[in-house]
């Protein structure tokens, strides 16, 4: 609506100024070049701005499924013993397109249950290091129908993270005992980094 505003102000300084004399015409020229550069830079506000809200809302989505995975490897860990009692450990591999292979041992729930506050469908995770979390949640709770990819570090600082919050979102499957899931991973879970395709498998 700037940007048209401004054109509409350049044809009638133009307009006006056919019709008088030099010191006019400069004068009108002057004002349509500065009505046209107010409204440039409020397009280009607009657009900023646009992309700030964008971006604190994916951040605020992300907190959310960070916080909820967080709350569900404490509870993985309480249950560890059990789990490898129940036979529910495996192994997982992620596979990314630029060269790096990662390999897990990871604990698996496969039944659907609630953990903080939010159905969980299935999960993987793995204390190695570095570490990983895989999980798909449910249509129940605070967090509904996001899929989640995460590698970290012992510090659990995210190397690669992949999930539907995601530009380029991954979607998991579970077929029997086995979670597939393919789709892009961002750097340190930013997406304004680098990132790269691949492939995630766990064996449960």
């Known amino acids: 609506m700037r940007t048209k505003l401004g ?8 307009a006006i ?4 004399d030099d010191d006019d015409v400069g004068q009108v020229l002057d004002d349509a070049q500065s009505a046209v550069s107010a409204a440039v830079s409020g397009a280009v506000d607009d657009a900023e701005e646009a992309v700030a809200d964008a971006r604190s809302t994916a ?3 992300q907190a959310q499924v960070e916080d909820a995975v967080e709350d569900l490897v404490e509870e993985a860990q309480d249950a560890q013993d059990a789990l490898e009692e129940a036979g529910g450990a495996g192994t997982a591999t992620l596979t990314l397109d630029n060269g790096e292979t990662f390999e897990f041992s990871v604990l698996c729930m496969l039944e659907p249950q609630m953990a903080a506050g939010s159905e969980i469908l299935f999960t993987a995770v793995s204390y190695d290091d570095p570490g990983l979390d895989i999980t798909q949640f449910g249509d129940e709770g ?3 129908g996001v899929a989640s ?3 970290y570090d012992g510090a659990f600082n995210t190397l690669w993270d992949s999930g539907s919050i995601y530009p380029e979102p991954i979607e998991l499957s579970l077929d029997g005992s086995t979670i597939t899931g393919q789709g892009t991973f961002y750097q340190g879970g930013d997406i304004a980094g680098a990132t790269t395709t691949g492939q995630i498998v766990a064996n449960c």
Request: proline share 0%; net charge negative.
């Open 149 to 151: 990819v995460s590698v």
């Open 7 to 14: 054109i509409l102000t350049i044809a009638a300084a133009l």
């Open 17 to 20: 100024a056919a019709c008088g």
């Open 142 to 144: 605070n967090v509904t």
């Open 59 to 61: 951040s605020d989505v």
